[in-house]
């Protein structure tokens, strides 16, 4: 059963560090999409990429943050210079296309800590 | 921006009774999601609405998309421990970017045994 993996599935960084989340969509997805999710709060959207492109990265913050999707592996969220407001759940999904509506699987997420 | 609200914010029940959560918007929902989370995992779906009026279900679960798209509703009926978790609607934003999901804040769900 193939589905989003996600790793590592906790990361404990210190103020100032690099965080590198991983996703590996589900066998056949190449559309990609990050959500964050802070403490008692829906998920917020931060980018969706296709295979080698960023297509919308209206949701993630302009500094710090970036994210790709590279031919070959996984996708990459990165952030750098940690702060402790980064501290949150983040969520990678993924779908088949996005002609009408397609369904996004969730992965089970990376919970980022920033000491 | 799109907002959706979810009430409650949570609930206790005893096992066995039935459930009902809500979720309303200012703005027009072309679809309706409902996810449930289970703590320290990603969100799973449960049921997807695509259009007005639509009631559909999914074993114990009931969900309608509203008749003027702002509002849906999820039933749990029965309930039993393991719908315990935190239940989300959510929904594509309008204006081309449809893959950008909008969730709730969720409403938390706990089952007395």
């Known amino acids: 059963n193939a589905g989003v993996m996600q790793n590592p599935r906790h990361l404990v960084r210190r103020r100032g560090q690099e965080a590198r989340l991983r996703c590996s969509p589900m066998?056949?997805?190449?559309?990609v999409y990050w959500y964050r999710q802070l403490p008692e709060e829906g998920l917020k959207f931060m980018v969706y990429?296709?295979?080698?492109?960023?297509?919308?990265e209206s949701g993630m913050p302009k500094e710090r943050f970036s994210a790709e999707f590279p031919k070959e592996g996984p996708s990459i969220l990165r952030i750098q210079q940690v702060v402790r407001g980064d501290s949150a759940a983040y969520f990678c999904?993924?779908?088949?296309?996005?002609?009408?509506?397609?369904?996004?699987?969730f992965g089970p997420g990376t919970r980022l800590t920033v000491l | 921006g799109q907002q959706l609200n979810q009430s409650p914010q949570s609930m206790f029940i005893q096992e066995g009774e039935d459930v009902s959560m809500n979720c309303t918007s200012s703005?027009?929902?072309?679809?309706w999601l409902w996810y449930k989370q289970d703590p320290g995992e990603g969100p799973v779906l449960l049921i997807a609405?695509?259009?007005?009026?639509e009631l559909t279900s999914n074993g114990r679960l009931t969900a309608q998309f509203g008749i003027t798209r702002k509002d849906s509703f999820l039933n749990i009926s029965a309930s039993i421990p393991s719908d315990v978790g935190i239940y989300f609607c959510?929904?594509?934003?309008?204006?081309?970017?449809?893959?950008?999901?909008?969730f709730g804040k969720g409403t938390l769900l706990t089952v007395n045994p």
């Open positions: 999904a993924s779908s088949a296309g996005v002609a009408e509506y397609n369904e996004q699987f």
């Open positions: 066998k056949g997805h190449s559309h």
């Open positions: 990429l296709q295979k080698e492109n960023i297509i919308d």
């Open positions: 703005s027009i929902f072309n679809t």
């Open positions: 609405l695509y259009k007005a009026g």
């Open positions: 959510a929904g594509p934003r309008s204006g081309g970017s449809n893959y950008k999901l909008t």
